[in-house]
């Protein structure tokens, strides 16, 4: 499935998308409790993500799609946690490293990307304070849906062809409206966005193909 975005064709994801769908997703779905695990590393980086998003908000001049999002957010990591009961009850009751697939990289993930994008503002557009927190949510989020666009559709497809129970679907078309969002909120940031965006998108595509290799060392 892909984004309604017109420059879609424009943004630059990790080739490691094929990695994971030719041989660690296939072999995660195989494997209940491995599912399991990989479920709820799903739902903790949505949760992260959700977290981070509320931490960074002004409390005087959030706005109805910052909350929006970050509420959004926090129900895909509960769905993706609801998800693990059909593939065993009573598995992965917590964010605890023996319930997550490369827990370390999955935890540290967004971090290192929320503080990569923060140095390069500081460094290219000299920001501080709240504007600083705004800017890197736009940037860190952009990336984020960027790589969601990629990442669940490949899942659900795997899901498909494994004639698993569960599905992302509905995941998919909200992470698809927050790219949009998230592009809109960019070109009222700067006329330069696309520039700023791409820099986020690079970080991002190092640290995800960080965590593929961290995924197949596991999974292999």
Known sequence: MKTSIS???????????????????????????LHARWLNTLSLMENTGARKISAGEDPATVTYIILKHAAEEHRHAFYLKKQIERVGAHLCPTYANEYLVAPRYSKYYLHMLDVEVCRYL?????????????????????????????????????LDRAGS??????IILEEEGHLEEMTHQLKQFSPQWQLHADKAVEMETRLFEDWVKELGKEVN
């Open 7 to 33: 420059n879609r064709e424009n943004i630059k994801v990790s080739p490691s998308g094929g990695d994971l769908e030719g041989a660690i997703l296939p072999a995660i779905i195989a494997n209940n409790e």
């Open 122 to 158: 500081k460094k290219e557009l000299h920001l501080t304070g709240k504007e600083l927190r705004f800017a890197a949510y736009l940037l860190v989020t952009y990336a984020i849906e960027v790589r969601a666009d990629e990442l669940y559709p490949i899942y659900q497809d795997a």
């Open 165 to 170: 129970k569960i599905n992302v679907k509905s």
